[in-house]
């Protein structure tokens, strides 16, 4: 009989920045990438038949963004405001999501490369609302490999 993994089953999600766990976050989405299809036409010399090539073009990285709800942590809109104020090499840092299970073992790992927060958006607030504050921030990157 073959072998069955089942897919992981993540809890919650960290960001760690340089090493050290920044939030802990309940939604992540679009860690990955996109290589840009181009179609080329071509001769065959030998039939002089034209057919149209797929070949690949520009490379480029999605944005991630991480949800979470509003806690006393400032660390995400005292990044973000090192980009408000123009310091985006002062920005650009390598950082990595951790996805842990229940037990809060880590179960996957993925790192990004030169990230910086394009977008932070505070909660929707309504003071008849039972649920929680939620607060967003979307990175941008130049690279991102899972490790783990």
């Known amino acids: ?5 089942d897919p ?5 999600f960290g960001l760690e920045i340089e090493g050290k766990l920044s939030g802990l976050f309940t ?3 679009g860690i990955g990438s996109e290589t840009e299809v181009v179609s080329q036409k071509v001769v ?18 999605t944005p991630v963004t991480l949800k979470r709800g509003v806690t006393s942590s400032m660390d995400i ?7 408000v104020k123009g310091d985006i090499e002062g920005a650009r840092t390598n950082c990595s999501i951790i996805a842990y299970a229940q037990d ?4 996957a790992r993925w790192n ?6 394009s977008k932070v958006v505070g909660p929707e607030m309504d003071s008849g609302s039972t ?16 490790v783990s």
Do not use: C
Request: glycine share 4%.
């Open 112 to 117: 990004f490369e030169n990230a910086w927060p």
């Open 44 to 61: 065959n010399p030998d039939t002089g038949e034209t057919i149209v090539q797929q070949i690949p073009g520009r490379l480029t990285w």
């Open 27 to 29: 939604i992540v989405s």
């Open 77 to 83: 809109w005292e990044w973000r405001q090192a980009v």
């Open 131 to 146: 649920t929680y504050m939620m607060e967003d921030v979307t990175i941008v990157h130049e690279g991102v490999e899972r």
């Open 104 to 107: 809060n073992t880590e179960i």
């Open 1 to 5: 009989m073959a072998d069955r993994e």
């Open 8 to 12: 992981l089953v993540a809890f919650k």
